[in-house]
């Protein structure tokens, strides 16, 4: 077990993986059916507009039973340090002050003077680093991948908050299903309890 999950037990502290991603209206290409001979086609605004999407994963270290709770924050623009702290604020209301060990890549922005003065002042939270490049490690990934072959597949919206609502939709529906969030978690092949709850 790593140091920081022992500690996290001990605390009886979320363990909580964070990442962010990105969408525009340039769509999500995935295969599709289509009858024969008649490849489908999608047409959409050539508009460089994007919006930003955070995502926090969370299980508790010491009880499974809680089941894992998903944090979700969507801006315009891309993710700074300050825009960063801003979710993170939000996230500790979520939790509700419980103690959080997040866990993150090294993104400058997660690792900035700024970010790292901001979280020494936080006794709930604890940061901790991914290896590099080892993306595979975060579960948040697996979500952004079920997003994005699904709700957001193909979509050609008119506007970046058709995306928007889209990108939401799927999260509502990772949400509502616990066997989704721990899955993602297995597929990674880290471990945070002995076994995992039976869903």
């Known amino acids: 077990m790593a140091a920081h999950q022992k ?3 001990k605390k009886r502290a979320w363990i909580v993986f964070f990442d962010e991603s990105g969408v525009s209206l340039l769509p999500q290409v995935r295969r599709t059916y289509a009858p024969r001979g008649r ?13 930003g999407m955070a995502a926090a994963l969370g299980y508790h270290a010491a009880d499974p039973e809680r089941g894992p709770r998903l944090c979700f924050h969507l801006k315009p623009g891309s993710y700074d340090t300050a825009g960063l702290i801003e979710v993170l604020e939000q ?11 997040l866990v993150w890549d ?12 901001w979280a020494a002042e936080q006794d709930w939270l604890t940061l901790e ?6 993306p595979e490690l975060n579960p948040v990934e697996l979500l952004w991948s079920a997003i994005k072959t699904r709700e957001l ?9 058709d995306v928007a609502d889209a990108a939401e939709r799927g ?18 092949g880290l471990t945070i309890h002995s076994q995992t709850p039976q869903n």
Request: proline letters at 4%; aromatic letters at 10%.
């Open 39 to 51: 490849t489908p086609t999608l047409r959409h605004r050539l508009n460089w507009k994007r919006a």
């Open 106 to 117: 090294g993104l400058s922005a997660h690792w900035s003077r700024a970010m790292r003065a």
């Open 129 to 134: 680093r991914l290896p590099a490049y080892a």
């Open 171 to 188: 999260i509502h529906r990772v949400c509502s299903s616990e066997q989704l969030p721990w899955s993602f978690l297995t597929h990674t």
């Open 153 to 161: 597949a193909n979509l050609a919206g008119d506007h970046l908050a």
């Open 91 to 101: 996230m500790k209301t979520f939790y509700g002050g419980e103690r959080v060990v």
């Open 7 to 9: 500690g996290a037990v």
